[in-house]
C-alpha cells in the first residue's frame, strides 16, 4: 500500500471512531464495513454480470458488505454526471466503474482517484495482465484502475432469417462499408429497418466504427494524437458515409437504449445492428444460437482491428471504506471474478490466467482476435479519450441527429478536438 492509500485509511480510522459514516455501519472496531459500488450496470444482461461478480466477492469477502449503487443508462452518460456531483461534493462511492484509458485523466487531473501502481506490484497484477492492457491502463505515469474485463466494439450483429426475407446471403461478409450499405439499401425497400440504433452514445457508437472503416487504425489512431486531421477530407467522406447509414435506422431512436436496439434484431424487426460485445449476452439470455439465430462479425471494413474498451474499478480520494475497496478490486482481479463476470456479460476476461476454455463460441473468437489482430482505442467508451471529449463529441453527434449538417458536424468535432487536445 502506498503512502498516500495508508494515510488515507488512519485518517479514516480515526474519523469513523467519532461519527458513523452517512454510506456505512459502524463495527466493533469503528470502520463501515459497507462496500458501494457505483456502476451503471443497473439492468438486462449487465445486471447479471455484476450478480455473477458480486456472488464471488460475498464469497471472498464474508466480512464485507456490499451495497450497490447503479445508476441505470446506457454507456454510464447518467452515471458519469451524478458520479460527478458526488466527486465534487465530497460523497465518493468506496469505489466507481470506469472505462480504462484516456477517461481516467479528468479524474486524475481532479485529483479524485489513487494511483494504483503500487498495489499492481504488490498484488502481482503486472504479471497477471497482458503488457499491451498495461500500457492502456496507464495515464499519467500511473495506473489508476483495475480492468474486469476486456470488450470489442466494432462487432456487427444480424438476424439471418430477416436477411434471408429481404433476399440477402445470411451470412453474407463485407469488405467495405460501401458494399454493406448497398445492401442496406436493398433491406429498407423491402419495407424492413436496415440497422437499428438508439440513443445518443449509440450514434457515436456508429461514428467510431465508421471512422475505424473509412480511416484505416493508423489514421483512426491518429485522431486522438493530433496526427490525423478532423477537418480533413477523409474525415469528411466518413461523415458522408456515417449520414447515409443514419437514414437508414430506425426513426424512434431518441426513445431507446442499446438493449432496445439489440432487440429490434432479435425480434425480427431489424437486419443489423452495430455494437459491443456486450450484446452477445442479450442473445444468450434469449436462448440465441450463434451462426443459426444471428451472426457476430467485425463491422465492414475493420476487419483485423480489435476496437478495445474495459470496465474497470477505482480507489476514490477519501473514499469512505479504503479496505472495503481494496477487497473489491481483489476480487475484480481474482480468476474467480473475471471468468464469473466475463460468462455473463459476453465479454472476455482481462487477466491471462483465466480459465476460458469453457466460454461461448462468440467469445473464443473475440479472445483469437485479441490476441492477433490490431488493438485500436474506443472513442464512445472512454479508451481514447477523456469524459470531456466524449461529451463534446456527443453533443455534436447529437446535434447532427436534428439537423443533418455534416459541414456543421464536422466544424463541431474539430472544436471539440482543440478544446481537449491532450497537454
Not at 454526471?81 to 466527486?87: A, E, K, M, P
Not at 489512431?221 to 477530407?233: A, E, V
Not at 466518413?238 to 439489440?262: F, H, I, K
Amino acid at each position: 500500500m502506498n503512502a498516500t492509500r495508508k494515510a488515507l485509511a488512519a485518517g479514516l480510522a480515526a474519523l469513523s471512531l467519532l461519527a458513523v459514516s452517512a454510506c456505512g455501519s459502524d463495527n466493533e472496531s469503528g470502520s463501515t464495513d459497507e462496500v458501494e459500488v457505483f456502476t451503471w450496470w443497473a439492468e438486462g444482461s449487465e445486471k447479471a454480470g455484476l450478480d455473477a461478480l458480486v456472488k464471488v466477492f460475498d464469497e471472498q469477502n464474508p466480512d464485507q458488505k456490499f451495497v450497490n449503487g447503479a445508476v441505470a443508462g446506457g454507456a454510464g452518460s447518467d452515471a458519469k454526471n451524478v458520479l460527478q456531483s458526488r466527486l465534487q461534493n465530497g460523497e465518493p462511492p468506496a469505489t466507481f466503474q470506469a472505462h480504462a484509458g484516456a477517461e481516467l485523466t479528468d479524474y486524475i487531473n481532479a485529483g479524485q482517484i489513487e494511483d494504483l501502481t503500487d498495489l499492481y506490484e504488490e498484488k502481482g497484477w503486472n504479471e497477471q495482465f497482458p503488457e499491451g492492457l498495461l500500457e492502456r491502463l496507464t495515464q499519467d505515469g500511473g495506473i489508476y484502475s483495475v480492468p474486469s474485463n476486456i470488450h470489442r466494439a466494432n462487432v456487427l450483429w444480424a438476424n439471418p432469417a430477416v436477411l434471408e426475407k429481404a433476399g440477402i446471403e445470411a451470412n453474407k461478409t463485407y469488405d467495405s462499408l460501401d458494399a454493406w450499405i448497398a445492401d442496406l439499401k436493398k433491406i429498407k425497400a423491402k419495407g424492413i429497418i436496415p440497422l437499428s440504433i438508439a440513443t445518443d452514445w449509440t450514434q457515436v457508437h456508429l461514428l467510431e466504427t465508421v471512422l475505424l472503416a473509412d480511416l484505416g487504425a493508423e489514421a483512426y489512431n491518429g485522431l486522438w494524437d493530433g496526427t490525423t486531421d478532423w477537418g480533413g477530407s477523409e474525415v469528411e467522406a466518413a461523415l458522408a458515409d456515417y449520414n447515409t447509414l443514419l437514414s437508414l435506422t430506425n426513426t424512434d431512436r431518441q426513445g431507446l437504449d442499446w438493449p432496445d436496439a439489440t432487440q429490434l434484431v432479435i425480434d425480427g424487426e431489424a437486419a443489423f445492428n452495430v455494437m459491443g460485445d456486450w450484446a452477445e449476452a442479450a442473445f444468450q439470455e434469449q436462448k440465441k444460437t450463434l451462426g443459426t439465430d444471428y451472426t457476430a462479425v467485425p463491422v465492414p471494413g475493420t476487419e483485423g482491428v480489435f476496437d478495445f474498451l474495459a470496465d474497470s474499478f477505482t480507489m476514490p480520494v477519501d473514499g469512505p471504506n479504503p479496505e472495503g475497496t481494496e477487497a473489491w478490486l481483489d476480487t475484480i482481479a481474482s480468476d474467480e471474478g473475471q471468468v464469473a463476470f466475463n460468462k455473463a456479460k459476453g465479454s472476455i476476461p482481462a487477466s491471462t490466467t483465466a480459465d476460458t476454455a469453457d466460454f461461448g463460441e462468440y467469445q473464443q473468437t473475440a479472445i483469437k482476435s485479441w490476441g492477433e489482430d490490431e488493438i485500436v482505442s474506443s472513442l464512445a467508451h472512454g479508451a481514447a479519450t477523456s469524459v470531456n471529449w466524449l461529451t463534446d463529441v456527443t453533443a455534436a453527434v447529437a446535434k447532427f441527429g436534428s439537423n443533418k449538417d455534416v459541414a456543421e458536424l464536422q466544424e463541431g468535432l474539430v472544436e471539440a478536438a482543440e478544446d481537449n487536445k491532450p497537454e
